[in-house]
């Protein structure tokens, strides 16, 4: 493993390039709208960029943020599969995505890829890479969750024939939101605690997973962002949105991490969508596309299905 300060450079120099590449990407879809950006900076060690981007043509509002940050005391929730780390001082780099647009035909998005390095009692230090991306989408398009995961698939396929499966599950898993008993949405890419073939190895499927959300995204977007929509998609989304907010404030270990290792609250927050509306006992009408959503909301295996049946749950 290269020396501490030459690996978190490099780190940070492509997770801020990252960060500049995925910001074109979502402007060069909107005409006129731009991000802007907050540079931060954190009392007990580091800071960041946090970049929104609001009211856009396609996207209502799009947060994309960098964070190199450090502190003394690692807290509970980067510790939960790491107990003997309790307490440790720690250096942690990040780009952390969600986009909400504005059609209701174009899925909402998370993407995320870290590192964190611990002390270790005068020993190198002990360090691990996490992240992934999943789609939630409203009205589900078969092609759309298809294209999704084959990219998914492709970003894994040279660094283990399981690689893909594991992480598939795991993101199955980890967004699952169990007081609704469904996922969040259609799944992706999901892992942590990754040190396992040597630094080199796992920075190099960092950038696979950096690299590959643009290319799982961004066709989607073009494909549905000109879809027609009137109220009835439109407040079904609003509605949808508050799953995202019970992940987030519930479940959501990045959520958790910031808040209790005392982050940027602004920053942190960004993921939550700027309009949601909840309603109790909602139930859609039966048949409906609304309805149709909850068939999706489950583990799948999107690789195996007969494209020759595909349906489009917005018919």
């Not at 998914?152 to 690689?163: I, L, Y």
């Amino acid at each position: 493993m290269p020396d501490s300060k030459s690996h978190l450079e490099a780190i940070e120099a492509y997770l801020t390039n990252l960060q500049d590449r995925i910001c074109g990407s979502i402007e060069s879809q909107e005409a006129n709208t731009r991000f802007r950006e907050d540079a931060w900076k954190r009392i007990e060690g580091g800071g960041g960029r946090t970049r929104v981007l609001n009211n856009g043509s396609v996207f209502e509002q799009a947060g994309v943020g960098f964070s190199r940050v450090s502190g003394n005391t690692l807290p509970p929730s980067a510790t939960q599969q790491r107990p003997e780390l309790a307490g440790r001082s720690w250096t942690a780099l990040g780009v952390s995505l969600v986009i909400h647009p504005l059609n209701p035909y174009v899925p909402t998005t998370h993407m995320n890829v870290r590192f964190f390095e611990a002390a270790a009692d005068g020993k190198d230090p002990v360090w691990w890479f996490g992240g992934g991306f999943d789609l939630t989408p409203f009205y589900v398009f078969e092609d759309d969750a298809e294209h999704w995961h084959a990219v998914a698939k492709e970003v894994c396929s040279k660094f283990g024939v399981d690689r893909y499966a594991r992480y598939k599950k795991w993101c199955d898993e980890y967004f699952y939101i169990k007081h609704r008993n469904e996922t969040r949405g259609v799944g992706g890419l999901f892992y942590d605690d990754l040190h396992e073939g040597g630094f080199e190895q796992c920075f190099e499927f960092m950038r696979a997973v950096g690299d590959g959300f643009i290319e799982a995204y961004l066709p989607i977007v073009e494909r549905r962002k000109s879809t027609p929509f009137g109220d009835r998609e439109r407040e079904f989304q609003l509605y949808r949105r508050g799953r995202y907010v019970e992940f987030n404030l519930v479940y959501d270990r990045g959520t958790l991490f910031g808040l209790q290792s005392g982050g940027r609250t602004e920053s942190i927050l960004m993921s939550l969508p700027p309009r949601v509306r909840f309603e109790y006992g909602y139930m859609p009408e039966p048949n409906s596309p609304e309805a149709r959503l909850s068939d999706y909301l489950k583990p799948r295996d999107w690789l195996a299905q007969n494209v020759s049946n595909r349906t489009q749950s917005h018919s």
